[in-house]
């Protein structure tokens, strides 16, 4: 069985520092990665996707992913409160069906 | 352009009713799929519509859930006989292409009374 594992947090991290979720998946045959972020009562939104190995900057956001130890990590740079939410981690391989971790929720403090 | 759209946004039933759910999605995306959400939980993956192609429905819970699709149009999840259980909130999501990257609709939040 396929899985996505993340620790549930709460993550708190004060404004402006660095926030660091973390994932790890079963399996090795997984060929994309993705970040998803959800708001209290509202639906995923997807904010970073990568598919190689190494680090993929999109503003604030890094993603980086390793194969070979089967984690996948998204950095936050510059937290912002707006930024508190639970982030999903999601992992898919051959199949087009993707496999969500649990979230992990993050908690930006003034 | 528009996004991926559910309705009703939220639905109350009494248990044993049948509820239909429908989510039309981004204009030109040939996959969709269903997921259901319980407070706190994660997604559950329900059923993954391929263009013309017969769905997945590994995902299904039981025989009282089942889903439709109209070619790469919109799609309608019918639960039969709602038990308590049923309550969560319902998401569909649509994808364009090869990369797996889907698009989330508002969902459909369901109370079983």
């Known amino acids: 069985q396929k899985e996505v594992e993340q620790n549930s947090g709460p993550l708190s991290v004060p404004e402006g520092a660095i926030a660091s979720l973390n994932c790890t998946y079963s399996d090795r045959g997984s060929q994309s990665f993705f970040w998803y972020r959800q708001y209290s009562g509202k639906s995923p939104e997807l904010i970073m996707s990568i598919y190689s190995n190494g680090d993929k900057e999109d503003g604030r956001f890094t993603a980086q992913l390793n194969k070979a130890s089967q984690y996948v990590s998204l950095l936050i740079r510059d937290s912002q409160p707006s930024d508190s939410a639970t982030y999903l981690c999601?992992?898919?391989?051959?199949?087009?069906?993707?496999?969500f971790g649990r979230g992990t929720s993050l908690i930006v403090h003034p | 352009g528009a996004g991926v759209s559910q309705s009703p946004s939220n639905k109350v039933t009494e248990k044993g009713k049948d509820v239909e759910l429908r989510c039309d999605p981004i204009s030109g995306h040939t996959a969709l799929y269903w997921y259901r959400q319980r407070l706190g939980q994660g997604l559950e993956f329900l059923i993954y519509?391929?263009?013309?192609?017969?769905?997945?429905k590994s995902g299904l819970p039981s025989d009282r859930f089942s889903a439709e699709r109209t070619g790469e149009s919109v799609s309608t999840l019918t639960i039969q006989r709602t038990q308590q259980e049923d309550s969560a909130v319902y998401l569909c999501a649509s994808r364009e292409g090869p990369n797996n990257e889907q698009f989330f609709g508002p969902g459909t939040r369901l109370t079983v009374l």
């Open positions: 999601a992992v898919s391989g051959g199949s087009y069906i993707p496999t």
């Open positions: 519509f391929q263009g013309n192609s017969a769905p997945d």
